[in-house]
C-alpha cells in the first residue's frame, strides 16, 4: 500500500530549486562582475590602507547612475595588472557556477585597457584566459569572450535609427520610406533602401580601417585562433 503523502513531502525550496536549476547567462561585462569579496582582495594587493568589509560593500549601494558610475570607476580602479584580471576571471566563473550558470558569454572591454591603462592588451589577454580555463575546470562552468566594438553594433544602431525616422521623424531616409509606402513607390523606396545599404557599407568600411590603425594588436595572429 502506497504512504499517503504529506503536506512537508510536497513542499519546495524554491529558492534552492531555482539556484541548482541549470542556466545561461548571455550578457555580462567582466569588470561589472566584481563582488564585495574580490574587491577586498583587489584592495589588500594595492591600497595603502585596504578596504573594510563595510566600506566595499558600502561601494555597490547607490542611488543613480551617477553613482553607479562612481562605485564602477572605484571598483575597476583598483585592476592594475594582468593577476588582477585572472582573479576576478576565475571568481566569476566560480559565482556564476554557484548560481547554477553552466554557460556564460561575457563582454571585455580591451580598449580600456589599450588606452586607459597604456598597456599591451596581450599580457592580459593571456592572463583572463588562464582565469578561464582554471574556472571551467573547477567549476565546470563555460565562458565564451565578447570583444567590444562599435562596428559590431553598426547593423543594430542602422536599424534603430530607421525605426526612429519612421516612427517619429520629420525628416531622414526612413521617414522618407515610411511615407512613400502606402503608395507601393518602389521607384523611390528602392534607391532610399540602396542609399541605406551605401552608406552603412562605408561606415564599416570606415570602421575597420580605423580599427587596424588604432587598435594594431587586435589584428595579430594570436587574435584569430
Do not use: C
Not at 36 to 58: C, G, I, Q, V, Y
Amino acid at each position: 500500500m502506497a504512504r499517503k503523502q504529506t503536506k512537508q513531502d510536497g513542499e519546495i525550496d524554491v529558492v534552492d530549486w531555482l539556484r541548482k536549476l541549470p542556466k545561461v547567462e548571455l550578457h555580462l561585462h567582466l569588470e561589472g562582475t566584481i563582488q564585495p569579496e574580490t574587491l577586498l582582495e583587489l584592495s589588500r594587493r594595492h591600497d595603502a590602507e585596504p578596504l573594510t568589509p563595510e566600506a566595499a560593500k558600502k561601494l555597490y549601494v547607490y542611488e543613480n547612475f551617477l553613482g553607479f558610475m562612481d562605485s564602477f570607476k572605484a571598483v575597476s580602479a583598483r585592476l592594475k595588472g594582468p593577476d588582477d584580471y585572472e582573479l576576478i576571471t576565475y571568481n566569476m566563473i566560480r559565482d556564476l557556477a554557484s548560481q547554477g550558470v553552466v554557460h556564460a558569454e561575457v563582454y571585455i572591454s580591451f580598449g580600456i585597457i589599450f588606452y586607459w591603462k597604456n598597456a599591451e592588451v596581450e599580457p592580459y589577454a593571456e592572463a583572463i584566459e588562464r582565469g578561464r580555463v582554471r574556472g571551467e575546470r573547477d567549476f565546470g562552468t563555460s565562458v565564451y569572450w565578447l570583444i567590444d566594438a562599435v562596428r559590431l553594433s553598426l547593423g543594430p544602431a542602422f536599424l534603430f535609427l530607421i525605426s526612429a525616422e519612421a516612427i517619429a521623424a520629420e525628416n531622414g531616409l526612413g521617414y522618407r520610406i515610411f511615407l512613400v509606402r502606402r503608395f507601393l513607390a518602389m521607384d523611390v523606396i528602392l534607391p532610399y533602401v540602396a542609399w541605406i545599404t551605401l552608406l552603412a557599407y562605408l561606415m564599416d568600411y570606415a570602421l575597420a580601417w580605423l580599427s587596424r590603425a588604432a587598435f594594431p594588436w587586435a589584428h595579430k595572429d594570436w587574435a584569430h585562433k
